[in-house]
Each structure stands twice: as C-alpha cells, then as structure tokens.
T-cell receptor
Framework: DTGVSQDPRHKITKRGQNVTFRCDPI?????LYWYRQTLGQGPEFLTY????????KSRLLSDRFSAERPKGSFSTLEIQRTEQGDSAMYLC????????????FGEGSWLTVV | GDSVTQMEGPVTLSEEAFLTINCTYT??????LFWYVQYPGEGLQLLLK?????DKGSNKGFEATYRKETTSFHLEKGSVQVSDSAVYFC?????????FGTGTSLTVIP
C-alpha cells in the first residue's frame, strides 16, 4: 500500500439516513485529516487526528458528524441524519507530524444525498 | 486568520503557452507552501512545495518561489501541454492544518 485509500468511493443515500466513510492512511503517518470539498471550491478542513487523539475540529463539523481513529491507524467519518447540503466529496489525507511535511490525499468519497 | 487567495479562473491557454497562476497568502508565523493539482474525479496530488522563504519548488516543469516580502507563491510553467489541464490549488500549512485556495481551473487546447 503506497497511498491513502478511502471507501466507498461513491455513496448515494436518502435524506435522513446515516453514512460512514473509512480512510486508511499511509502506514507510518501519525496525522490524519478529513476535508470536505464541494464543486468549484477548495477543500475545507473538518478535523484532524494525531495518532488516536482528535486534536482539532472545524465549526463545519456539526453534531451530526463524528470522526474516530480508535487505534491510531484507520479512521471513520460518520454523518447521521444526512441532509442534501451534506452532498460533497469527503477527502481524507495523512502526513507525518513535521512542519513542512507533505500531506497526501486519498481519492475521496463522493456523497450524494437525494 | 490564515488564508490563501488564488487567481480566479478558468484559464484557457494554447499548447506551449506560458502559464502563471497567482497565489498570495496571509499567515502568522512561517508556513510551508504547496501547490496541489486535481484531475477530474480524482483526489489532490502534490505538485510542488517550499518550506521557507526564497525556496523554489519545482516538478514536471512547474515552478513556484516562496516570496515572504510579497507573501506570494505564484505557479509558473514555461510551456503548457494538453495533459496539464486540471484544477490547481495553492495551500499553506501552519503546523496544525492546511488552508486551501478556491482552485484555478486550467484548460490547455491543442
């Protein structure tokens, strides 16, 4: 495994349903980030973990969103009671904990709420 | 707060034309600066980076120089190809999180 992998790549769900996305970072990376990207916009920060600790959360991350990284390896992002405004691409990224170190992105998980 | 401002797009160029995409930033401290590229339907790929003032990042013919005095990190390429068509994002890293610009769409026509 040479990159960040995300699953599923695409998800269509009905409004009100819960969805969960999984991210597997590059194996030696201790930092893991979640971003959201809508069409025509740059990625917006949601949250990040250093090992298993969630160190920062954006105001964008409402109480319907929860992220975990239980063993400091893979992470999940769950959205409860989805709304149409949640439709976006959810990007996971990982890096080493070092200023100036590169952040590597996964291919993203596209969510469409109908 | 910390932020990145990118040149508005879309940009359309003929093959072999010169490319400049402007990027300026606002940050406290000494951020690292990056350019990422995104092809349709894909995630972001690192194009180049610079970690301190006056550093020049380069890759695949693209270059950008970290200018502290003008708080800029403009992306340049001397001769673009059709395969360079993509969306380009300027980003800064402050130690905790990355901040991205809104992206500049580039289309290169033969």
């Amino acid at each position: 495994d040479t990159g960040v992998s995300q699953d599923p790549r695409h998800k269509i769900t009905k409004r009100g349903q819960n969805v969960t996305f999984r991210c597997d970072p590059i194996s030696e990376h201790n930092r893991l980030y979640w971003y959201r990207q809508t069409l025509g916009q740059g990625p917006e920060f949601l949250t990040y973990f250093q090992n298993e600790a969630q160190l920062e959360k954006s105001r964008l991350l409402s109480d319907r969103f929860s992220a975990e990284r239980p063993k400091g390896s893979f992470s999940t992002l769950e959205i409860q009671r989805t709304e149409q405004g949640d439709s976006a691409m959810y990007l996971c990224a990982s890096s080493l904990d070092r200023l100036g170190n590169t952040i590597y992105f996964g291919e993203g998980s596209w969510l469409t709420v109908v | 707060g910390d932020s990145v401002t990118q040149m508005e797009g879309p940009v359309t160029l003929s093959e072999e034309a010169f490319l400049t995409i402007n990027c300026t930033y606002t940050a406290t401290g000494y951020p690292s600066l990056f350019w990422y590229v995104q092809y349709p339907g894909e995630g972001l790929q690192l194009l180049l980076k610079a970690t301190k003032a006056d550093d020049k990042g380069s890759n695949k013919g693209f270059e950008a120089t970290y200018r502290k005095e003008t708080t800029s990190f403009h992306l340049e390429k001397g001769s673009v190809q059709v395969s360079d068509s993509a969306v380009y994002f300027c980003a800064l890293f402050t130690g905790n999180q990355f901040y991205f610009g809104t992206g500049t769409s580039l289309t290169v026509i033969p």
